[in-house]
């Protein structure tokens, strides 16, 4: 019998150690503070320091020793075995706990698949496997809707003390994301062949990640897009298709680095400024809406990635400036055509001629109509006859009387210039009373 119950114990106390991850040692400590904690429960006022606690690992006896001598009192094995149990189990936890924090400590940094589970407030608890993980709302994608028993990616982003210890934070709207799915779905980057230089994103809008290899022979693009774009819209699809990713050629030329990071827009020229980190683009107009994209998000994010405060210009005067802070502002310079060739010039002229006028001879100016203005414009040193328009009177009605009224007609100086149109109508209409 003695020899059954030995077996029976060092077996359980091997299993729960094995099962648990734990030394075999620190459950027999953790037995031994139990007993004593029992044995306080029921005699208050003692000084555990005086006390000590044996534990046979074979038998599984305990007794109470005090300064050497056996004050075990009678029938403290069953309090002591309930006692224990439930320390033990706290132990056991706490320890589990801890080898689970230690495995989760080596994969910071990496992605992990897992389920979530609950909504904490506006908190989420995710299932990633042997533990459960925290993400708050500082992490989530915004618009991204979430639901129970939805099964994600996430980053890892670090292990830090909560309100009930430590905690694993991960995360939906980091920039690792991107990197450890590219490195999931693209073989040459996991490889190290196609490096990821560096990434800008606005989750749940766009993203722009800069790509590049020192190995000949391999397009670093290309590499990420995959055939027919199947390992980019991989890592779409894990967004549920609502985040945009671009894929750019890094390149340590800031000319060029500056004009691959406005893609997709094409054919745009960059002037420098390096002293004042700005970039000048000029892009032509059917271009210009997409290099600065919506509401100047493509043009915010390539001076993100390229550290350079960039201004997009267009052949329409269109300016659009990237701030350092993030800041978008577009400006809209206002300019005559020039469609019209010199004719629009001569009228403005002619009409700021017509204003000086008026003021010198102290006379209203008189309001003409654009094709008034034109005519004096165009005939101001010819006579007044010549000055009307040949649709309103005809050489065949007029005859040789107005041949002599066209010679008598003296020319028009400056004071009159106003008048000129108002006293050419009243010839006129004496030429076709007299035919």
């Known amino acids: 019998m003695p020899a059954i119950q030995r077996s029976e114990f060092a077996l359980a106390l091997n299993q729960v150690a094995s099962e648990r991850g734990v030394d075999v040692d620190v459950v027999i400590d953790t037995v031994k503070n139990a007993i004593l904690a029992a044995y306080r429960k029921d005699h208050a006022g003692v000084e555990l320091e005086e006390f000590t606690a044996e534990l046979n690992p074979n038998t599984g006896e305990a007794k109470i020793l005090h300064n050497g001598e056996d004050v075990t009192p009678p029938g403290f094995g069953r309090i002591a075995a309930q006692t224990a149990k439930q320390v033990i189990l706290q132990k056991i936890r706490e320890k589990e706990k801890e080898a ?3 495995d989760y400590r080596v994969r910071v940094g990496t992605i992990v698949n897992g389920m979530i589970l609950r909504f904490a407030g506006q908190n989420i608890i995710v299932d990633i496997g042997k533990t459960e993980a925290l993400m708050p709302v500082s992490e989530q994608i915004p618009g991204e809707r979430y639901h129970l028993n939805q099964r994600l990616s996430f980053y890892l982003v670090e292990i830090r003390e909560g309100l009930k210890g430590e905690e694993i934070i991960v995360s939906r709207s980091s920039n690792g994301l991107i990197e450890g799915l590219f490195r999931r779905e ?22 722009k990640v800069a790509v590049y290899s020192n190995q000949s022979g391999i397009d670093p693009v290309g590499s990420c897009v995959g055939q027919k774009g199947v390992r980019v819209q991989a890592i779409i699809q894990e967004f549920s298709g609502m985040e945009k990713i671009d894929i750019i050629q890094w390149s340590d030329d800031p000319k060029t680095y500056i ?15 390096e002293k004042e980190k700005v970039a000048h683009v000029f892009v032509p107009p059917e271009e210009l809406s997409l290099a600065i994209g919506k509401d100047g998000q493509n043009v915010r994010l390539a001076s993100r990635l390229t550290g350079y405060r960039i201004e997009i210009e267009g052949k329409d005067e269109l300016l659009v400036s990237q701030d350092s802070d993030g800041q978008t502002q577009v400006e809209a310079t206002e300019k005559v055509s020039t469609g019209q060739g010199d004719k629009t010039d001569e009228k403005i ?27 004096v414009a165009v005939h101001k040193d010819a006579p007044v006859a010549e000055a ?6 005809t050489s ?6 107005v041949a002599e009224e066209k010679s008598d007609a003296t020319p028009v100086d400056g004071d009159s210039q106003a008048s000129a149109p108002e006293d050419a109508t009243e010839k006129t209409d004496d030429t076709k009373d007299s035919a």
Do not use: F, H, Y
């Not at 009307?388 to 009177?393: D, L, N, P, Q, R």
């Open 388 to 393: 009307v328009s040949s649709e309103a009177i």
């Open 186 to 207: 693209v073989p040459e980057v996991a490889q190290g062949s196609v490096q990821i230089k560096d990434i800008v994103r606005e989750p749940g809008n766009r993203s």
């Open 259 to 273: 004009s691959q990071s406005l893609s997709p827009a094409k054919n745009v020229r960059v002037e420098m400024d």
């Open 100 to 102: 689970i924090l230690s």
């Open 396 to 401: 065949a009605e007029a005859g040789p009387k």
């Open 349 to 375: 002229e002619t009409a700021a001629k017509t204003e000086s006028t008026a003021e010198e001879t102290g006379e209203s100016p008189v309001e003409e109509t654009p094709e008034q203005v034109t005519e």
